[in-house]
């Protein structure tokens, strides 16, 4: 939980997911008071009525902000930010904005398919000649995109053998990954953990 006495704003889900600790990382970004609130997938709380209450497909994340109920971590991250630190959406940059929402799509893909992801780094490889992010010169939602699931590749064995290669990527990576809120955020992520079949 981020500095504060309010708890406004509740985040709903096992922080080993990459897809929870997506959403813990930009309310960490975001600098703002947050209420964590752990469930239990062994123990089905993600299907409890209280739960399907909030989302009916029994996932996770969901955020609570106010009145307002959001579920899929990209959602919930874009929402915290332009609400909190519009500046990482690349707001009030026409060229840094339409930068960051073409990662975005990318992401998707690397999502989907691992395969790809040779590819995906080779195209970051060649940006990162010519900007210090992503989508730009100042860290965006671009970049924390990709730290929760990285955090897990670059354990594995092909993470490094594909990145290590890649010297922007791999600078890249590891000035990403040692950002205040994303050392916190990686304390929740034990490497021995991996998605669960339930989150999004």
């Known amino acids: 939980m981020a500095d504060g006495t309010s708890t406004p704003v509740k985040l709903y889900g096992w922080a080993v997911s990459p897809f929870v600790a997506r959403a813990l990382l930009s309310l ?4 703002i008071d947050y209420e964590h609130v752990p469930m239990n997938p062994d123990a089905g709380d993600h299907r409890r009525p209280e739960h399907l209450a909030r989302n009916p497909f029994g996932q996770v994340p969901v955020l609570e902000d106010g009145d307002l109920t959001l579920f899929e971590s990209r959602a919930i991250a874009r929402h915290v930010l332009r609400k909190h630190k519009p500046e990482l ?3 009030g940059d026409l060229e840094r904005s339409a930068a960051v929402d073409v990662v975005h799509v990318t992401r998707t893909v690397v999502d989907e398919n691992v395969g790809k992801l040779r590819a995906v780094l080779e195209v970051y490889e060649a940006r990162l000649g010519s900007h210090r992010y992503l989508a730009g010169h100042n860290v965006s939602l671009a970049d924390l995109n990709h730290f929760t699931l990285m955090h897990y590749f670059m354990s594995t064995e092909y993470g490094p053998a594909l990145v290590g290669p890649l010297l922007r990527v791999k ?3 590891e000035e ?5 809120a994303a050392r916190k955020v990686a304390t929740f992520m034990p490497l021995d ?3 669960d079949k339930n989150e999004k």
């Not at 960490?28 to 600098?31: D, P, T």
């Not at 990403?176 to 205040?180: C, E, Y």
């Open 28 to 31: 960490e970004e975001a600098g």
């Open 193 to 195: 953990f991996g998605a």
């Open 89 to 91: 959406l690349g707001v």
């Open 171 to 173: 600078e890249w990576w």
């Open 176 to 180: 990403l990954s040692t950002r205040p």
